[in-house]
């Protein structure tokens, strides 16, 4: 198997030649990470105010990191409705809801009139129990949402659908929610640097901030140059753990994929055509997709979990997160035995302990501000997140920058070691639980008490 996105390979012919920063400058924003928050907030802030001189440094290239490393599932935040309303109230959460789920419909359209093909397809995402201990795992959000006034936003299948859907009897029953829809992460992340590039934003890649001081202007020092900026927008997913205000907030754990070939052939066999992507209900979630071309896409989350917080060379190259990835991959597509694997990958995840997102400014500095936990579900809530940092960027007043997300008090992790040490506990255990229960096994009291102490998933389960 080749170690590398599928998604970033199938992009790398069409990259432009990167422009480092090799002279000092000065801008009235600086947005350091150009992944899909960074970049969605560059093209917001010029959309309202076009005259905004923006600079976007990314330490690599655009699109390259955790955005170009995920599932691709474009997703709204109704399974996390629950939270949202705990967090944030009953009006701001069902506004947040449904906003997400007007980007979703929102991104094809306004992709399509800007020439960006990112392989958009609204089939619906199937959440599913492939085990009799998970069946039912959705039933509270389902009833949450209805009671909201939101009950079309999910619609529960008959067993056989399910099977039927999914393209294997290993599915038992589950529901859809028939918005949501899959992008390719890397034509995402590249068609995203052309808009912003069109709007005048000036995008500096392979160029690192080393550092920032929070003076007024601040400035940021890189390899070769310093910036200069009124005002700074933290996008760096992961490596925000640098941020000593920040780092506790969130944990880096690993997330693998493995990738099949092309086959659409043994797809029309299975009955797996309509292009759902799909869920399943294990606490170490396991998520899968196919693509245009016809390849299986099977991804794996809550893997290794890394040391202070901030990724390592290992987080691209997760071996046992990747093996992992690979047996559930046969175990849920047996009739598939025969297919090789032909990539695998990982990356992390900024993981907060509610899966939401942390939005807001940095302690005693204004004009810095942040958006990172997206926890392995960014693809679509980055929109909403660009949106809400362009508001706070510019200072404004508005339902944008005024709601439940934005300062939040978030539960925050132990110091290391301890935070180490115990979540590398937390995690064994909910390997161990979900391999009892996917055997028809009860787990031990101790695992089912561990697993307690996990952060929630991207799922309000029961």
């Given at each position: 198997m080749?170690?590398?996105?599928?998604?970033?390979?199938?992009?790398e012919?069409?990259?432009?030649?990167?422009?480092?920063?090799?002279?000092?400058?000065?801008?009235?924003v600086?947005?350091?990470?150009?992944?899909?928050?960074?970049?969605?907030?560059?093209?917001?802030?010029?959309?309202?105010?076009?005259?905004?001189?923006?600079?976007?440094?990314?330490r690599?290239?655009?699109?390259?990191g955790?955005?170009?490393?995920?599932?691709?599932?474009?997703?709204?935040?109704?399974?996390?409705?629950?939270?949202?309303?705990?967090?944030?109230?009953?009006?701001?959460?069902?506004?947040?809801?449904?906003?997400?789920?007007?980007?979703?419909?929102a991104?094809?359209?306004y992709?399509?009139?800007?020439a960006?093909?990112?392989?958009?397809?609204q089939?619906?995402?199937?959440?599913?129990?492939?085990?009799?201990?998970?069946?039912?795992?959705?039933?509270?959000?389902?009833?949450?949402?209805?009671?909201?006034?939101?009950?079309?936003?999910?619609?529960?299948?008959?067993?056989?659908?399910?099977?039927?859907?999914?393209?294997?009897?290993?599915?038992?029953?589950?529901?859809?929610?028939?918005?949501?829809?899959?992008?390719?992460?890397?034509?995402?992340?590249?068609?995203l640097?052309?808009?912003?590039?069109?709007?005048?934003?000036?995008?500096?890649?392979?160029?690192?901030?080393?550092?920032?001081?929070?003076?007024r202007?601040?400035?940021?020092?890189?390899p070769?140059?310093?910036?200069?900026?009124?005002?700074?927008?933290?996008?760096?997913?992961?490596?925000?753990?640098?941020?000593?205000?920040?780092?506790?907030?969130?944990?880096c754990?690993?997330?693998?994929?493995?990738?099949?070939?092309?086959?659409?052939?043994?797809?029309?066999?299975?009955?797996w055509?309509?292009?759902e992507?799909?869920?399943?209900?294990?606490?170490?979630?396991?998520?899968?997709?196919?693509?245009?071309?016809?390849?299986i896409?099977?991804?794996k989350?809550?893997?290794?979990?890394?040391y202070?917080?901030?990724?390592?060379?290992?987080?691209?190259?997760?071996?046992?997160?990747?093996?992992?990835?690979?047996?559930?991959?046969?175990r849920v597509?047996?009739?598939?035995?025969?297919?090789?694997?032909?990539?695998?990958w990982?990356?992390?995840?900024?993981?907060?302990?509610?899966?939401?997102?942390?939005?807001?400014?940095?302690g005693?500095?204004?004009?810095?501000?942040?958006?990172?936990?997206?926890?392995?579900?960014?693809?679509?809530?980055?929109?909403?997140?660009?949106?809400?940092?362009?508001?706070l960027?510019?200072?404004?007043?508005?339902r944008?920058?005024?709601?439940?997300?934005?300062?939040?008090?978030?539960?925050?992790?132990?110091?290391?070691?301890?935070?180490?040490?115990?979540?590398?506990l937390?995690?064994?255990?909910m390997?161990?639980?979900?391999?009892?229960?996917?055997?028809?096994k009860?787990?031990?009291?101790l695992?089912?008490?561990?697993v307690?102490?996990?952060?929630?998933?991207?799922e309000?389960?029961?």
């Amino acid at each position: 198997m080749t170690s590398r996105s599928q998604w970033l390979a199938d992009v790398e012919s069409d990259l432009p030649p990167p422009a480092a920063l090799e002279r000092d400058l000065s801008v009235d924003v600086a947005i350091i990470g150009g992944g899909f928050v960074g970049l969605w907030t560059a093209i917001t802030l010029k959309e309202l105010e076009p005259g905004l001189r923006v600079a976007v440094l990314e330490r690599n290239r655009c699109g390259s990191g955790a955005s170009g490393l995920n599932g691709g599932f474009v997703m709204s935040w109704w399974p996390k409705i629950a939270s949202l309303v705990r967090i944030c109230g009953l009006e701001d959460a069902l506004w947040l809801a449904d906003e997400t789920t007007k980007a979703v419909n929102a991104l094809e359209p306004y992709l399509a009139a800007r020439a960006i093909d990112a392989e958009y397809r609204q089939s619906g995402w199937l959440w599913t129990a492939t085990t009799p201990a998970h069946v039912g795992a959705w039933n509270a959000v389902v009833e949450t949402a209805s009671r909201l006034g939101r009950e079309r936003i999910f619609s529960v299948l008959p067993a056989d659908e399910i099977a039927r859907r999914t393209g294997s009897s290993v599915h038992l029953a589950g529901v859809c929610e028939p918005i949501n829809a899959t992008v390719h992460p890397g034509k995402l992340g590249r068609g995203l640097a052309r808009i912003a590039a069109s709007l005048g934003v000036e995008l500096y890649e392979n160029t690192s901030a080393d550092g920032i001081e929070r003076s007024r202007p601040a400035t940021i020092r890189t390899p070769k140059a310093t910036v200069t900026a009124a005002r700074v927008v933290i996008a760096t997913n992961a490596w925000a753990a640098s941020l000593p205000e920040l780092k506790r907030k969130f944990v880096c754990v690993s997330s693998s994929i493995v990738a099949t070939p092309e086959i659409p052939e043994r797809l029309a066999a299975i009955g797996w055509t309509g292009g759902e992507s799909i869920s399943d209900s294990q606490a170490t979630v396991t998520y899968y997709r196919t693509t245009r071309g016809g390849r299986i896409i099977f991804g794996k989350g809550g893997g290794r979990l890394y040391y202070t917080g901030e990724p390592v060379d290992a987080v691209f190259n997760e071996t046992s997160g990747i093996a992992e990835s690979a047996a559930d991959f046969r175990r849920v597509y047996p009739m598939l035995a025969d297919i090789p694997l032909e990539r695998c990958w990982s990356g992390p995840i900024d993981r907060t302990y509610d899966s939401l997102p942390l939005l807001g400014h940095l302690g005693g500095a204004p004009h810095l501000v942040y958006g990172i936990g997206w926890s392995g579900n960014g693809v679509n809530p980055s929109r909403i997140g660009g949106r809400i940092l362009a508001g706070l960027v510019l200072e404004r007043q508005e339902r944008w920058t005024q709601n439940g997300l934005i300062d939040r008090m978030a539960r925050r992790f132990p110091p290391e070691p301890l935070r180490y040490l115990g979540g590398g506990l937390v995690r064994g255990a909910m390997f161990r639980k979900d391999r009892c229960e996917l055997a028809d096994k009860p787990p031990s009291w101790l695992d089912k008490k561990l697993v307690t102490l996990a952060p929630s998933g991207l799922e309000d389960k029961h």
